[in-house]
T-cell receptor, first 114, second 112 residues
């Protein structure tokens, strides 16, 4: 079974530029999550999708971050414009559904904003 | 707000001995707890979980203990192996909310 795929793996941009990350979840997984992991901290949930609908985006900085999951499969997370404090690893995860299901994580995208 | 805390940033044990990783939480609504393991340049991988209706769950060398009254859980690895060296994250969620909160992680080093 293929795991969660993410691209790119690494990205370096200057502040005020824009960037987009892509995620392909495990086939059949209805729920998709985007997390931000700052160095030395645990992952923090940014947004959760159930199929193509948003379940929770309470911790997403909506003035600069946006995410979509068209057709309920792949998802993209965008930052525009980026700030220095956005430097982090962005993790995508998927699970069979909401409730007590373990989440399967992709390898992450390491973003450096200079 | 840090609802899940792992107060030990690192732990070093000898191969064959027991590793005990600890985790505390503050939100009494949490009813599902998980441990994830993370190697460098990889995403976290699920290790073991426990529901709040249990106080112990065992899977091979890994056992998770939950003390609800103390809002504390621990992961025991026996015997520890060098391949267990990784960062371990404790996570908790409220089944109805599904907003999983992670601790900051504990780096385990198992020495041969």
């Amino acid at each position: 079974e293929a795991g969660v795929a993410q691209s790119p793996r690494y990205k370096i941009i200057e502040k005020r530029q824009s960037v987009a990350f892509w995620c392909n979840p495990i086939s059949g997984h209805a729920t998709l999550y985007w997390y931000q992991q700052i160095l030395g901290q645990g992952p923090k949930l940014l947004i959760q999708f159930q199929n193509n609908g948003v379940v929770d985006d309470s911790q997403l900085p909506k003035d600069r971050f946006s995410a979509e999951r068209l057709k309920g499969v792949d998802s993209t997370l965008k930052i525009q414009p980026a700030k220095l404090e956005d430097s982090a690893v962005y993790l995508c995860a998927s699970s069979l559904g909401t409730g007590n299901y373990e989440q399967y994580f992709g390898p992450g995208t390491r973003l450096t904003v200079t | 707000d840090q609802q899940v805390k792992q107060n030990s940033p690192s732990l070093s044990v000898q191969e064959g001995r027991i590793s005990i990783l600890n985790c505390d939480y503050t939100n009494s609504m949490f009813d599902y707890f998980l441990w994830y393991k993370k190697y460098p340049a990889e995403g976290p991988t699920f290790l073991i979980s426990i529901s709040s209706i249990k106080d112990k769950n065992e899977d091979g060398r890994f056992t998770v203990f939950l003390n609800k009254s103390a809002k504390h859980l621990s992961l025991h690895i026996v015997p520890s192996q060098p391949g267990d060296s990784a960062v371990y994250f404790c996570a908790a969620s409220d089944e109805g909310n599904n907003d999983m909160r992670f601790g900051a992680g504990t780096r385990l080093t198992v020495k041969p």
